[in-house]
């Protein structure tokens, strides 16, 4: 009898085939990636079984399209809105990944019941919980009331006829890796059906305009679990961060096709679900020890706004014959990096110390506008002699040791005014900004020896 199927494996990472298993992936890199999958043989399709030849799809001019006014869906939630870029837009495919208990689940859950109230037909498909389970988090929520329509599927296509029979206009989908497609013999969260589903789920929201909304698992390595092909097919990819045992979370876009990339949220975790934290600076800086050693102020750009954090750095001496490096909120590859600086141009070596350096509620630093600010934390933390904490950081570390400038310092000076710092140690030639003394530094060194003991601006005579 002949085949009708011929086996294959596939990279859960990253969506690598094989015809036979390896350890390793060869495209990503990644140990034990590998699942068998079934594939359709390659065989040639007789000529009386071939399609007739297809009508040609339609041509457009960009004077023939139509633009559409901006009817974008509120959810009621200021931040969400925010790193959406103003709100869902009809017909488009949000997916939000992040760690278990995260709070994926209740910014879904408060953002269906706030849409719902506004008018907006939501249908909420319930695949990892039951339908009493979602209730439960609804009534803690004080979203029991809510007109949502729940839909306890995992059929991916049934889910979908249900909630277009419910003409539904937002459509959460809880998560993608519980819902599997009928055909195809593989598991249910499988590379093959992620894809699959992915590709349906773009397809239905794009012809019924329905805006969707889906929720991710990720990664020990804190990507979306499943093939890149599904980051690939969605209009905006959201994730989930915050600082273990933390109250704190940061709503992070990575890919938006009707907004700004990297735009951030910040959310605090309370009894009652999430709650928007309009003065994130505020909360990021909140329970500051002002005599405690190894910790500096700056401030980075987060998508279009400034946020002041803390950088906070410990040096102790170690027993060990490799002294550890650990780091969170910051890449290890840029600690090592800034401590060679500091022990090479500015005399301050760790050789012999453990190095522990971290960003206080959980933020992740990618702004090379930090550089400045986590060398002096750490130059803090091995000296242990208090930085002048009237006093904040900014400025990009070369490996010579300069200090260079940073994009849009306007914008953060006058955030780090706003928190209460008159006095900044930037790199020369920064402009001024009216309410914050600016202090230039050349070099490591030089803003090192400033920041453990910052000059005062002189008092004005009287007159």
């Known amino acids: 009898m002949a085949r009708t199927t011929t086996p294959s494996y596939r990279c859960s990472a990253c969506g690598w085939e094989s015809p036979r298993f390896v350890g390793r992936c060869a495209r990503c890199q990644e140990w034990n990636t590998l699942e068998q999958a079934l594939a359709a043989p390659n065989r040639a399709v007789p000529a009386a079984r071939r399609p007739a030849a ?28 925010r790193v959406l870029g103003g709100g869902l837009v009809p017909g488009s495919i949000v997916l939000a990944g992040g760690d278990p208990g995260i709070g994926k689940s209740t910014l879904m859950l408060q953002a269906a019941a706030r849409l719902a109230a506004a008018g ?100 020990k390595g804190g990507e979306i679990a499943g093939p890149r092909l ?14 273990e045992g933390g109250t704190l979370r940061v709503l992070r876009a990575v890919k938006n096709r009707f907004g700004a990339t990297d735009e951030v949220g910040v959310f605090e975790m309370t009894g009652d679900g999430l709650r928007s934290v309009e003065n994130a600076s505020a909360a990021f800086l909140e329970g500051a020890d002002p005599e405690a050693s190894g910790c ?20 102790v001496p170690s027993y060990l014959a490799s002294p550890r490096r650990v780091s969170s909120g910051l890449e290890t590859s840029r600690l090592h990096l800034l401590l060679a600086v500091l022990a090479r141009r500015a005399g301050l070596s760790a050789g012999q110390m453990d190095v522990v350096a971290t960003v206080s509620g959980g933020l992740r630093l990618r702004d090379p506008a930090a550089d400045l600010a986590v060398a002096a934390a750490l130059a803090s933390a091995i000296r242990d002699q208090p930085l002048d904490r009237s006093v904040a950081l900014l400025g990009e570390v070369a490996l010579s040791g300069a200090v260079r400038p940073v994009p849009n310092a306007a914008r953060r000076l006058a955030e780090l005014g706003r928190q209460g710092f008159d006095r900044c140690i930037v790199p020369p030639g920064t402009p001024p900004v009216e309410g914050v003394t600016l202090i230039p530094a050349a070099n490591l060194k030089a803003a090192i020896r400033l920041a453990l003991g910052a000059p005062k601006p002189a008092p004005e005579p009287a007159e």
């Open 230 to 243: 599904l980051e690939h097919l969605v209009d905006a990819v959201l994730y989930f961060e915050g600082a």
């Open 120 to 219: 907006a037909r939501v249908a909420y498909v319930c695949g990892e919980e039951s339908p009493r389970q979602v209730k439960m988090r609804a009534a803690r929520l004080g979203a029991e009331s809510a007109p949502i329509t729940l839909i306890p599927e995992t059929n991916l296509d049934s889910a979908l006829a249900a909630a277009e029979g419910a003409g539904a206009t937002v459509a959460i989908v809880d998560s993608i890796q519980a819902m599997y497609v009928e055909g195809l013999e593989t598991r249910t969260g499988g590379p093959a059906q992620l894809g699959e589903a992915g590709a349906r789920l773009v397809s239905w929201a794009k012809s019924t305009g329905t805006a969707t909304l889906l929720t991710g698992h990720v990664t």
């Open 54 to 81: 297809v009508a040609p799809a339609p041509t457009l001019t960009f004077a023939e399209v139509v633009e559409d006014a901006d009817t974008r869906l509120r959810t009621g939630i200021p931040e969400f809105d």
């Open 296 to 315: 500096a102020v700056t401030a980075v750009i987060e998508g279009t706004r400034p946020i002041a954090v803390e950088v906070q750095a410990l040096a």
